[in-house]
């Protein structure tokens, strides 16, 4: 399984289909099946329909898991060639994973030929601990109250998405308290994952990936176009 980690599009009224033509490319696959979880959002609806607006122009075609088939997880995940989970509440995400035993399903699944794709609290999902928005409440133009939120643990390490907001300084200071690489991650940003590989891809030029590693903590902007390694894969 390659893992693709987007870090956002929420404050894009227009969405940006770049990434997503990028990682089509990567994999090679003229008409790919994409299964869409949306389970993250409070409004479901509209994050399906917001994906579907920005694939429109993309040849694909579009499952949606959902509270409907969620117990055919498994069956789904066995034929589609991208997973891609959207933004919302990782907290919520994460919950619903381990109640319903997807997160099982999930990593049966990681041997196989498939893309995960997450956005957001979709990207924070499979990580050990990443810092969330749940608590987050604005005054004065400023955002207080991020939190840790504990992942499924499925890629031991950490993100920051939506890393360009400049209140999320404070996250170079929860780095320095983990054993884990870590990783900010702006919108229309991404990173991928290749087993002990990994590179980035961008919307335009000004997004950007920043890197923490486990040893210095030292921070790091990952380049376009550069394919980094680590000693051992990032996969727990």
């Known amino acids: 399984m ?30 790919p099946k994409i299964l869409f979880c949306p389970l993250a959002a409070i409004n479901t609806s509209k994050s399906i329909k917001r994906f579907k607006e920005m694939m429109k122009n993309i040849d694909c075609e579009i499952d949606i898991l959902d509270y409907n088939n969620i117990d055919k997880f498994d069956e789904l995940l066995s034929n589609v060639d991208i997973f891609y989970a959207g933004g919302g ?13 997807l997160d ?7 041997n196989d030929n ?9 990207a924070m999902l499979l990580t050990c601990r990443s810092f969330g928005d749940r608590d987050m409440y604005q005054d004065n133009f400023h955002n207080y109250n991020y939190k ?23 996250y170079n200071d929860e780095v320095k308290k983990m054993n884990l690489a870590c990783f900010g991650i702006e919108e229309g940003a991404a990173l991928v994952i290749e087993d002990n590989r990994f590179y980035i891809l961008k919307d335009n030029n000004k997004n950007m990936v920043y890197y923490y590693p486990k040893k210095d903590k030292k921070m790091i902007p990952l380049l376009k176009g550069i394919m980094y390694e680590e000693d051992s894969c990032f996969r727990s």
């Open 2 to 31: 390659r893992f693709v980690l987007i870090g956002g599009k929420v404050n894009k009224e227009i969405l940006d289909d770049k990434i997503e033509r990028d990682i089509i490319d990567i994999i090679g696959v003229d008409m």
């Open 114 to 122: 498939i893309t995960y794709v997450g956005s957001s609290a979709g």
């Open 104 to 110: 099982k399903i999930l990593i049966n699944h990681l």
């Open 148 to 170: 840790m939120v504990d992942c499924l643990d499925i890629l031991h390490l950490s993100i920051c998405p939506h890393f360009q907001n400049d209140d999320l300084i404070i």
């Open 89 to 101: 509440n990782a907290n919520h995400l994460v919950e619903i994973f381990k109640d319903n035993n």
